[in-house]
């Protein structure tokens, strides 16, 4: 089935995100408050090798398994939703200590209160498509 | 011989392993026909429960969504095996600035991966426990939205593509996590 290897990926990311401890509340909390550099040294090196890797893939016109071209949709510009958007977003990450992805890795790791905060995502998502016509853009 | 690996990448991995990972993850979703974005399953989650028939944003053909789906799964199996077949032989190595910082606020550092006197079904139901965990939730799922991606999507994804927009998105993140941090938890806590 087509979808397993995203399941194995997945996998693989649940582990990085928990070995790498990018899913602690605390990480986060030296990451807001400098008083570390491991969240940044994550961050920076993956965005290294993102860029790197990025570039090549641009250059050698590297395709997809399934030999489709390989798509960056280019986002764009614009301030409004991505400042105001990104902020809400940031408040909440400090408050909860996890971002999207950690929110399922955390489920898994046993903070299975996480569901709950996955759900209110999931109502704060509804409230926003529902408001958007209203909103900044 | 496997067991010393086991043993080995149990302990806790260093930066400069698990950024590259990341960005490991990231490009064999591309490879995959897919692309690293968490937050968008928010999206095809509220779509797939049927919200598109009352608000147009739900209104797509979110089945081709699924992969992303197959993913975040895929991320609750790995928390759980790693929580469960990793564990570390030590606690978390947090700075020692950030444990007494939080000591002054009133959270201890329990060395775990979060404070479980917040983060419990028992404080859900508190003041507190509500506001960080309900609201805060509520937060990231509207800005997320709003921005149009989290973490994975804007500082991974849109950054390594050199989007000027993601910039701004993550320029959004640390204003808005800094004043959560240094502004509002003195208030909440």
Redesign the interface.
Request: aromatic share 18%; glycine share 14%; with cysteine.
């Given at each position: 089935m087509k979808?397993?290897?995203?399941?194995?990926?997945?996998?693989?990311?649940?582990?990085?995100?928990?070995?790498?401890?990018?899913?602690?509340?605390?990480?986060?909390?030296?990451?807001?408050?400098f008083?570390?550099?491991?969240?940044?040294?994550?961050?920076?090196?993956?965005?290294?090798?993102?860029?790197i890797?990025?570039f090549l893939?641009k250059k050698y016109q590297?395709r997809?398994?399934?030999d489709?071209a390989?798509h960056?949709?280019?986002?764009?510009?614009?301030?409004p939703?991505?400042?105001?958007?990104?902020?809400?977003?940031?408040?909440?990450?400090?408050?909860?200590?996890?971002?999207?992805?950690p929110?399922?890795?955390?489920?898994?790791?046993?903070?299975?209160?996480?569901i709950?905060?996955?759900?209110?995502?999931?109502?704060?998502?509804?409230?926003?498509?529902?408001l958007?016509s209203r909103?900044p853009? | 011989m496997m067991i010393l690996f086991i043993e080995q990448?149990?302990q806790?991995?260093?930066?400069?392993?698990?950024?590259?990972?990341?960005?490991?993850?990231?490009?064999?979703?591309?490879?995959?026909?897919?692309?690293f974005g968490?937050?968008s399953?928010?999206?095809t989650?509220?779509a797939a429960g049927g919200?598109g028939k009352r608000?147009?944003?739900?209104d797509f053909d979110w089945k081709t969504q699924?992969?992303?789906i197959?993913?975040?799964?895929?991320?609750?199996?790995?928390?759980?095996?790693?929580?469960t077949f990793?564990t570390p032989s030590e606690p978390?190595q947090?700075?020692t600035?950030?444990v007494s910082?939080?000591q002054k606020i009133g959270i201890a550092?329990n060395a775990g991966?979060?404070?479980t006197e917040?983060?419990?079904?028992s404080?859900?139901l508190t003041v507190k426990g509500f506001?960080?965990?309900?609201?805060?939730?509520?937060?990231?799922?509207?800005?997320?939205?709003?921005?149009?991606g989290?973490?994975?999507g804007?500082?991974?994804?849109?950054?390594?593509?050199?989007?000027?927009?993601?910039l701004?998105?993550?320029?959004?993140?640390?204003?808005?996590?800094?004043?959560?941090?240094?502004l509002?938890?003195p208030l909440i806590f």
């Open positions: 979808f397993i290897k995203y399941l194995l990926v997945g996998i693989l990311f649940g582990i990085v995100m928990t070995k790498s401890e990018a899913i602690s509340w605390y990480r986060i909390q030296e990451m807001f408050r008083q570390a550099f491991h969240m940044y040294g994550i961050i920076g090196s993956a965005l290294a090798v993102g860029i890797g990025t893939i590297i997809s398994l399934g489709d390989i960056f949709n280019p986002k764009s510009i614009s301030v939703r991505y400042l105001f958007g990104g902020i809400l977003f940031g408040l909440g990450w400090a408050l909860t200590g996890a971002c999207p992805g929110i399922f890795t955390l489920i898994g790791n046993g903070f299975t209160v996480f709950m905060v996955l759900l209110s995502a999931l109502v704060g998502t509804l409230a926003y498509g529902a958007r909103l853009h | 990448i149990s806790p991995w260093a930066w400069y392993i698990s950024g590259p990972m990341i960005a490991l993850v990231m490009f064999l979703l591309l490879w995959f026909g897919g692309e968490v937050s399953t928010m999206r989650m509220c919200a608000i147009s944003f739900f699924i992969w992303n197959f993913f975040v799964v895929g991320a609750v199996v790995g928390g759980y095996l790693a929580a990793l978390l947090i700075s600035a950030t910082d939080l550092f991966l979060a404070p917040i983060f419990s079904w404080n859900l506001f960080v965990m309900i609201f805060g939730g509520f937060l990231i799922g509207f800005g997320t939205r709003w921005a149009g989290c973490t994975s804007h500082a991974i994804s849109g950054l390594s593509n050199l989007q000027l927009a993601s701004i998105a993550v320029i959004g993140f640390f204003i808005g996590g800094l004043t959560m941090t240094h509002f938890f």
